[in-house]
Antibody
Framework: EVQLVESGGDLVQPGGSLRLSCAAS????????MDWVRQAPGKGLEWVARIRNKVEGYIIDYAASVKGRFTISRDDSKNSLSLQMNSLKIEDTALYFC????????????WGQGTLVTVSS | AIQMTQSPSSLSASVGDRVTITCRAS??????LGWYQQKPGKAPKLLIS???SLQSGVPSRFTASGSGTDFTLTISSLQPEDFATYYC?????????FGGGTKVEIK
């Protein structure tokens, strides 16, 4: 069974940093691109970042709203995905989901349950 | 960035109704679109990818069509478990962009 379990969410002050993790199991993690998607309270979904698999050179893309502040990374030996978030803003407050990308398709076929990041003074 | 305009933002319908949700892309995206269902407090669930490819386990009452800039998701006969919020997502270009969502409520 495919499982994605996020952790690391917390209350942090504006300007602070946080590191989110996603532990993957039940599938060949290294074969898949992996993404972070977020959802502000009561709002819609927003794509955050993608890291491709080794075959595609671990190429990374970011949403404009987080570029330069967030860093996505992966450790295929540990089946783990991470998101380092620096210079956090109030508008980064959201539930952060880790999502697996369908091979050859680009859409997300499995999601974690999310980890909540609250940026507030 | 490609903008995805989803409509309506909400609708009220009864069990057994036929429901149609649309997404319009600000530029052509070919068939690079998927549809998701999200229930309160839960992660989104992929229903359909590449415009019309139904995910395993998704009931056949869900169908989708479209290409280029105009896409539709249709629920042929709404069931109680279908009341949820639906999103489209384009993966043609970065940044990936979601539609604003359509909340399907019970009439």
């Amino acid at each position: 069974e495919v499982q994605l379990v996020e952790s690391g969410g917390d209350l942090v002050q504006p300007g602070g940093s946080l590191r989110l993790s996603c532990a993957a199991s039940g599938f060949s993690f290294s074969d898949h691109h992996m993404d972070w998607v977020r959802q502000a309270p009561g709002k819609g979904l927003e794509w955050v970042a993608r890291i491709r698999n080794k075959v595609e050179g671990y190429i990374i893309d970011y949403a404009a709203s987080v570029k330069g502040r967030f860093t996505i990374s992966r450790d295929d030996s540990k089946n783990s995905l991470s998101l380092q978030m620096n210079s956090l803003k109030i508008e980064d407050t959201a539930l952060y989901f880790c999502a697996r990308v369908l091979i050859g398709r680009g859409q997300f076929d499995h999601w974690g349950q999310g980890t909540l990041v609250t940026v507030s003074s | 960035a490609i903008q995805m305009t989803q409509s309506p933002s909400s609708l009220s319908a009864s069990v057994g109704d036929r429901v149609t949700i649309t997404c319009r892309a600000s530029q052509g995206i070919g068939h690079a679109l998927g549809w998701y269902q999200q229930k309160p407090g839960k992660a989104p669930k992929l229903l359909i990818s590449v415009t019309s490819s139904l995910q395993s386990g998704v009931p056949s009452r869900f169908t989708a069509s479209g290409s280029g800039t105009d896409f539709t998701l249709t629920i042929s006969s709404l069931q109680p478990e279908d009341f949820a919020t639906y999103y489209c997502l384009q993966d043609s270009n970065y940044p990936l962009t979601f539609g604003g969502g359509t909340k399907v409520e019970i009439k």
